[in-house]
């Protein structure tokens, strides 16, 4: 696409929204300046690509197609058909996976739907078999009691929160908390690692039936060769959500043992992460689950979302380019100058480093909780989250942690020199901020103090990082 229809298809769009409704338009256009101008870290966010985008504002919001391709409950999907085959084709050739579904919405989406498959194949549940031989209205009250107990209360292990594990792992402020009987496996307290002895040992004491590996705030590679050994050692079906590092598997930084592909029996990821598509879901898995996994839809999610699988199509083709394994390769070697530039300044890092896309600051080190940091970075025009460390005595609301990834500052272009002038920012803030008091003069865990010409110095050097890497820089609104 030419830089110029670039500029003429947004801004001709945010004509025709202003026409309805001027302050939507406006506040499309004041997103894109807020991006434009933020030095952003937040280590799940992205900037999908001009065309990516544009896939999405079409009129295929317009149509239901619940079902899956060539069988479909509604009629006249046959386009919804091409683009759905056409984000399954790429997704399977870009992962070398054998079954690709992608209407999942979101990351929970999809990870429920990997949930229900794998309990849809594991759980001896004769009620299940006939609802499932489509005798759903043979059923009994009987049946469908039996049913629910026997579906639920399954085991779950999956990592830790606090040592990166994600809510959707059978924690309880999510449905998954809910729906399993959960235990968590943790990190080495002296190194932050995986240790693998203790997960193989949490997994034969408790015997679950789903393994779950994947995070969204650990800084390092997996060994999914390992955990399916795990997995496999006590029956347990090995689930990966990679949703965090769907980049780093499609630009084949991670391999071999690292790869969740070959070694999961079924792959979860969101699409909007380090892999640079829609906001959206996905699953892989192998032709034992592919059955069930179908059965998605209307089983855990609404109707299918065409234009944002016209999305996905897009962005996976992107994906499958031999330019994205050079971003992918990136995204590692700035996450690495991010981390050695706070090292030397004398931060402290969980693990001590990153072999991913994420650098988790343990901000306990400046006398900060994670609240403090994240406000006063905020203030300084630098946005990250807050996370939790491992073990974190402030638990996940305040947390001691800051999460920073490099996804996002990749796709600008910036680059080892920009992530080591980006750890002196950083590093300059957290070390000029000092915990505040509340009304009472009690310590806060939220208020700071933080010198308005330290942040506003701070927010000025951050644009100037900016300027030479302009975001979307075809797109001229005007
Ligand atoms: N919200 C995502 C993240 O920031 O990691 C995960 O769901």
Redesign the pocket.
């Known amino acids: 696409m030419s830089r110029n229809a670039e500029s003429t298809a947004f801004r001709s769009a945010l004509e025709v929204v202003r026409g309805v409704e001027p302050r939507v338009a406006d506040a499309i256009a004041a997103e894109l300046a807020d991006q434009r101008e933020s030095l952003k870290l937040?280590?799940?966010e992205n900037y999908a690509s001009p065309a990516t985008l544009l896939a999405m504002g079409n009129w295929f919001s317009d149509k239901y197609a619940e079902g899956t391709v060539g069988r479909r409950f509604y009629a006249g999907c046959q386009n919804v058909d091409t683009v759905e085959a056409l984000a399954a084709e790429h997704a399977r050739e870009l992962f070398g996976a054998s079954h690709a579904y992608v209407q999942p919405h979101s990351?929970i989406d999809a990870n429920l739907v990997a949930f229900w498959a794998i309990l849809a194949d594991r759980v001896e549940s004769p009620a299940l078999r006939k609802a499932q031989a489509r005798q759903v209205n043979d059923l009994t009250e009987a049946d469908w009691f039996a049913l629910r107990r026997e579906l639920g209360n399954q085991r779950m292990l999956g990592m830790s929160l606090d040592a990166g594990g994600?809510l959707t792992h059978g924690f309880r402020p999510n449905i998954s908390g809910k729906m399993f009987d959960q235990r968590s496996y943790g990190t080495d307290p002296a190194t932050g690692l995986i240790d693998y002895d203790r997960v193989a040992v949490a997994a034969r004491e408790f015997k679950p039936l789903i393994l779950v590996a994947g995070y969204?705030a650990y800084p390092r590679k997996v060994n999914f060769r390992i955990m399916r050994e795990i997995a496999d050692s006590v029956g347990a079906t090995f689930m990966v959500d990679m949703?965090?590092f769907a980049g780093l598997v499609a630009g084949k930084v991670f391999t071999g043992d690292f790869d969740p592909v070959p070694h999961a029996h079924i792959v979860t990821t969101t699409t909007h992460k380090s892999l640079r598509g829609p906001r959206g879901g996905m699953v892989l898995c192998g032709p034992e689950l592919a059955d069930q996994v179908d059965r998605g839809c209307p089983m855990v999610l609404g109707g299918p979302l065409p234009h944002v699988m016209a999305a996905k199509a897009v962005a996976l083709a992107e994906a499958r380019r031999p330019d994205f394994a050079d971003y992918a390769q990136r995204i590692v070697d700035n996450a690495q100058a991010l981390a050695d530039g706070l090292l030397r300044r004398g931060a402290t890092l969980v693990t001590g480093g990153t072999d991913n896309h994420l650098v988790l600051i343990d901000v306990s080190g400046y006398g900060l909780t994670g609240r403090q940091a994240e406000q006063a970075l905020l203030d300084s025009g630098i946005v990250t989250?807050r996370n939790s460390v491992p073990q974190d005595p402030n638990g996940a609301w305040y947390t001691s942690g800051i999460r920073i990834g490099t996804p996002a500052l990749t796709t600008r272009g910036l680059g080892a020199a920009e992530m080591d002038a980006t750890a002196e920012l950083i590093h300059t803030v957290l070390s000029q901020t000092t915990p505040g008091t509340g009304p009472d003069g009690a310590p806060s865990k939220a208020k700071y103090v933080l010198d308005p010409a330290v942040a506003e110095s701070v927010g000025k050097q951050a644009a100037d990082l900016l300027t030479p890497f302009p975001l979307y820089p075809a797109v001229d609104l005007g």
Request: glycine share 12%; aromatic share 0%; net charge neutral.
């Open positions: 937040i280590a799940s990351g994600h969204s949703a965090h989250n």
